[in-house]
């Protein structure tokens, strides 16, 4: 069974740096597009960008470009969003995502058909 | 990028109806790359639709999806309880948009 298991809610201050992660399971990691969406509270979905595990090739939305890092760690089936200085316009919750396990494109352009549960994190002085 | 807007942005129906949401593009891409999610409090988005018309895996046949160029349309034909929720389509080309989602709800 494919899951995604994201790391537990965050509450942090401005300035601070944070990074939240997503273990993947039940599939060979390095061969699927692993993606980041923001829900900021009450709000729709954004997708922030994605990596490809095998060769760590990664994509980012304009408007997160040099906002967030996303990087994955082979060995540990494990994929990561970080940020070096937070704001409180942070304050999201975090998705993870994978591509359905019938659909692969070698540039990323895939629907998210396995989700993880969510990341909340809260920045707040 | 292309720039997605759902309407309408909540539409109120009971169970049984038929529900219509739309997705509308800002420029014409291919239908290959259009996916329609639902979204429950709480919870992480579930994807129903993708290529604008396949069922996911699991989704009942009272979900379907249509449409291609600038519009597109996700319908359930006869409401259950357990589909009044937030619908979003997104462009999983190469702008990877999500529309700002139509919240169905009970009347």
């Known amino acids: 069974e494919v899951q995604l298991v994201q790391s537990g809610a965050e509450v942090k201050k401005p300035g601070e740096s944070l990074k939240i992660s997503c273990k993947g399971s039940g599939y060979s990691f390095t061969g699927y597009w692993i993606a980041w969406v923001r829900q900021m509270p009450g709000k729709g979905l954004e997708w922030m960008g994605i990596?490809?595990?095998?060769?760590?090739?990664?994509r980012y939305s304009p408007s997160f470009q040099g906002q967030v890092t996303i990087s994955a760690g082979k060995s540990i089936s494990t994929a990561y969003l970080q940020w070096s200085s937070l704001k409180a316009s942070d304050t999201a919750v975090y998705y993870c995502?994978?591509?359905?396990?019938?659909?692969?494109?070698?540039?990323?352009?895939?629907?998210?058909?396995?989700w993880g549960q969510g990341t909340l994190v809260t920045v707040s002085s | 990028e292309i720039v997605l807007t759902q309407s309408p942005g909540i539409l109120s129906l009971s169970t049984g109806e038929r529900a219509t949401l739309s997705c509308r593009a800002s420029?014409?891409?291919?239908?290959?790359?259009l996916a329609w999610y639902q979204q429950k409090p709480g919870q992480a988005p579930r994807l129903l639709i993708y290529g604008a018309s396949s069922r996911a895996t699991g989704i009942p046949d009272r979900f379907s999806g249509s449409g291609s160029g600038t519009d597109f349309t996700l319908t359930i034909s006869r409401l259950e309880p357990e589909d009044f929720a937030v619908y979003y389509c997104?462009?999983?080309?190469?702008?990877?948009?999500f529309g700002q989602g139509t919240k169905v709800e009970i009347k």
């Open positions: 997104q462009h999983y080309g190469s702008s990877r948009t």
């Open positions: 990596i490809y595990p095998g060769d760590s090739a990664t």
């Open positions: 420029q014409s891409f291919s239908s290959s790359y």
């Open positions: 995502a994978r591509g359905p396990s019938f659909y692969h494109d070698n540039n990323g352009y895939l629907p998210l058909g396995y």
